[in-house]
């Protein structure tokens, strides 16, 4: 079975500096992978995907992500944060030919002014 | 624009009170979903649904029960609530395999209190 590993709780970013966002997955064979956000009080919002291919991904709100099989990895980048980013985030993992997602505990985003 | 709606964004209940929650989506999937969202815990997937009254227990159905009657309704039901399930509930839907590859697109979500 799948599982997912986001180690950071909470993390404090300055506006306008970079962020990197953790996302670690076990799975035997290469995998769907998703970054979802949510800000409060509402659903998941998908922020990228990645199936196959390029192993860089780009997404909504300048938002990227680097899927590397060898580390087991898809970490989330965004090179200059804005006030609006701060929210949860999620990274989830699908096996291919199943239904389900399994989803990591979650990474909350403060930007300080 | 498409939508997966969630009847109710916030309940208040008794223990012991039946609750249902009511979830619809307009995008013709045949997968829907209901998860549980508790701080540190992230989500976790209470039922699912691959077709029309067909379900599968999920990791944590204890408690719960749903109901799909129609391809865009999905129903989860707590026959007898009580306090460990005061949470945050999120219903999702999907296309089947091989055409979504799994993404999931996501209600809103009911905030449910059981006192």
């Known amino acids: 079975a799948q599982s997912v590993t986001q180690p950071d709780i909470h993390i404090t970013v300055s506006e306008g500096a970079s962020l990197e966002l953790r996302c670690n997955y076990s799975?035997?064979?290469?995998?769907?992978l998703f970054w979802y956000v949510q800000s409060p009080g509402q659903g998941l919002q998908l922020l990228l995907k990645y199936f196959s291919g390029d192993t860089l991904v780009q997404g909504i709100k300048g938002f990227e992500a680097e899927f590397k099989r060898s580390q087991s990895s898809f970490n989330l980048r965004k090179p200059s944060v804005h006030w609006s980013d701060a929210a949860e985030y999620f990274c989830a993992v699908g096996a291919r030919g199943f239904q389900k997602l399994v989803f990591g505990t979650g990474t909350r985003l403060l930007v300080s002014p | 624009d498409v939508k997966v709606t969630q009847s109710s964004r916030y309940l208040v209940k008794r223990t012991g009170e039946k609750v249902f929650l009511e979830c619809v989506q307009d995008m013709d999937h045949e997968n829907m979903f209901w998860y549980r969202q508790d701080p540190g815990l992230g989500l976790r997937l209470i039922y699912f649904?691959?077709?029309?009254?067909?379900?599968e227990k999920g990791d944590i159905p204890e408690g719960y029960s749903v109901s799909r009657e129609k391809k865009e309704r999905f129903s989860l039901i707590l026959e007898s609530a009580s306090t460990n399930q005061t949470s945050m509930y999120l219903c999702a839907s999907s296309p089947i395999t091989g055409t979504g590859n799994g993404e999931l697109f996501f209600g809103e979500g009911s905030r449910l209190t059981v006192l």
């Open positions: 799975y035997g064979a290469t995998p769907y």
């Open positions: 649904s691959y077709d029309v009254k067909m379900k």
